[in-house]
């Protein structure tokens, strides 16, 4: 595990990947999803909660349902995307853990407190939409994450039948068309954002 990845696999995941608004009309497969998840999920989250929850729009009926509850610059993006994703999250994520996390009483850690839970889900499913997006490159995707929805109708329209159940971001996915990407913004040195104490 200590072999360091060449250049070529670091610049498609981190220093030449860009977020895309538009993609080519090469089509992803159902068993491209699959991969995705199957490289995703083995991400690290708190006491293995896995509390993502996914919903691959793929079909023209799920991507305008979900273009609907998008801001009106995003809507045509995920309608031409060959697949837009809601990256949600499970507030209920402690029912599974006897089987994601056996060797403790785990479960009890959140029955019974919601905030704590809510708080959890939020950060632990914000983590795996990041391995998402790692995930999908490494498997030679492009991703275009999106905030700029109306989380209520999202839910309303997707997790109506799962109270538990509740979106965090939105992403498109597909072969990125460069030219619907904008210029490279800045990102600064070490010494701007970091303290070594």
């Not at 837009?84 to 009890?108: Q, R, Y």
Request: glycine share 6%; hydrophobic share 45%; with cysteine.
């Amino acid at each position: 595990m200590a072999q360091v990845l060449d250049d070529i696999a670091l610049d498609r995941i981190f220093r030449e990947a860009r977020s895309y608004n538009g993609y080519t009309d090469q089509p992803v497969s159902e068993a491209q999803l699959h991969a995705i998840w199957d490289l995703m999920k083995w991400g690290p989250t708190s006491a293995n909660q896995l509390p993502a929850r996914l919903v691959w729009c793929v079909s023209d009926e799920a991507r305008a349902r979900l273009a609907a509850c998008t801001s009106a610059q995003n809507q045509p993006k995920i309608l031409n995307a060959p697949v837009s994703v809601i990256i949600a999250m499970d507030v209920e994520f402690h029912e599974h853990l006897p089987m994601l996390f056996p060797h403790t009483n785990a479960k009890a850690w959140f029955d019974g407190n919601t905030e704590l839970r809510e708080a959890s889900a939020f950060r632990n499913s914000t983590l795996q939409g990041a391995y998402f997006i790692v995930a999908a490159r490494a498997l030679g995707l492009d991703t275009g994450p999106m905030s700029g929805f109306d989380q209520a109708a999202v839910d309303k329209a997707f997790f109506a039948d799962q109270p538990g159940v509740r979106s965090n971001f939105i992403s498109t996915l597909g072969y990125g068309d460069p030219a619907t990407v904008f210029d490279r913004l800045p990102r600064p040195a070490f010494e701007m954002f970091n303290t070594i104490a």
